[in-house]
């Protein structure tokens, strides 16, 4: 039983380029995909809207009203210039989760190096936003108000560590999740092959896993997209 | 195999963790009936926060059983 072998990256096109190896891999083609199909969809009913609206345009509806209020619970005033970031990132992960669940398909967000680098990339915003908004005063974040003098310089120094630990811990929640999933699959998968005779009833359990691991596949892209909501807030408005 | 039950042990505090979060979303839920959206949106955020504790430990008795 080789639990680990469906997160292997396979090339599919092999391409160095001065000694480095920058094939096209499945994740890469699978990332592909998500594009796609994202773009198919929201695609129908970007020029036409219907004031009664087809099953596009209540689903597309439905995704857009979701992000976009949960985007201004937390931004408040300043949340339209961000929805279209936290939308697009909410669908490359929630399609990198459910194209995972496909069989013999490869989850791009089952790799730590995808998710961190996602993470990276909202930190980064961040830190640019705040730079922008508030210049120097930004630093005003790691000290909370209200603590005693003598204590600054250690909760500077704390707050500023979890600063920085806070992608990691974000892109590391994601992947964990998927891989554990996808192993939790595999195994039962394995004794429906194994058992003999009664080999349809992990069958059964199989099916209800599998809803229970879609529905984990919107629940984490949610999360992931809320906790970058939060660390944009933080940087936004200062304590 | 023993090395990895002993790291599957974080589950006690998980499923303690779960539970506690959960009776306390119920008890608030009974007190202040129309906050519910609110507190239950926080309340699976902070399940989704526990439960990646859970898994991680799984992944490495998984890790520690495969090698």
């Known amino acids: ?239 | 195999m023993f090395a990895a039950a002993i790291a599957l042990l974080p589950l006690i505090g998980v499923s303690l963790g779960l539970s506690r979060l959960f009776s306390s979303l119920f008890s608030a839920i009974s007190n202040n009936p129309v906050a519910k959206d609110s507190m239950s949106t926080l309340a699976f955020v902070g399940a989704g926060l526990l439960e990646s504790l859970a898994l991680l430990s799984f992944i490495i008795a998984i890790l520690i059983v495969s090698t």
């Not at chain 1, 201004?72 to 970031?85: C, D, N, R, S």
């Not at chain 1, 089952?110 to 508030?134: D, E, N, P, Q």
């Not at chain 1, 003999?196 to 599998?210: D, E, N, R, V």
């Open chain 1, 1 to 239: 039983m080789d639990l680990l072998n469906q997160f292997i990256i396979k090339p599919i096109i092999p391409i160095k380029v001065f000694g480095l190896d920058v094939s096209f891999t499945n994740s890469a083609l699978f990332m592909l995909f998500a594009l796609l199909a994202s773009s198919v969809v929201f695609s129908f009913n970007r020029n036409k809207l219907n004031l009664i609206p087809n099953y596009f345009q209540i689903f597309t509806e439905m995704i857009y009203n979701f992000i976009s209020s949960l985007v201004e619970q937390y931004l408040k005033k300043e949340a339209k210039a961000y929805v279209p970031f936290f939308m697009s990132l909410f669908i490359f992960i929630i399609l990198g989760n459910l194209f995972g669940l496909l069989p013999n398909s490869f989850t791009f967000t089952s790799h730590l190096m995808t998710t961190f680098m996602l993470a990276l990339y909202v930190f980064l915003l961040s830190i640019i936003v705040g730079f922008r908004k508030h210049g120097l005063r930004l630093f005003t974040l790691f000290t909370p108000k209200g603590i005693p003098t003598a204590i600054v310089p250690l909760i500077f120094l704390i707050e500023f560590a979890l600063f920085f630990v806070k992608p990691v811990v974000m892109a590391l929640r994601l992947c964990v999740n998927m891989i554990a999933g996808h192993i939790v699959l595999k195994v039962i998968l394995h004794y429906s092959v194994t058992l003999g005779l009664i080999k349809f009833i992990p069958i059964l359990g199989y099916s209800a896993i599998l809803l229970f691991e879609l529905a984990i596949a919107i629940f984490q892209a949610y999360i992931f997209v809320l906790l970058s909501c939060i660390s944009l807030k933080d940087v936004l408005y200062l304590h």
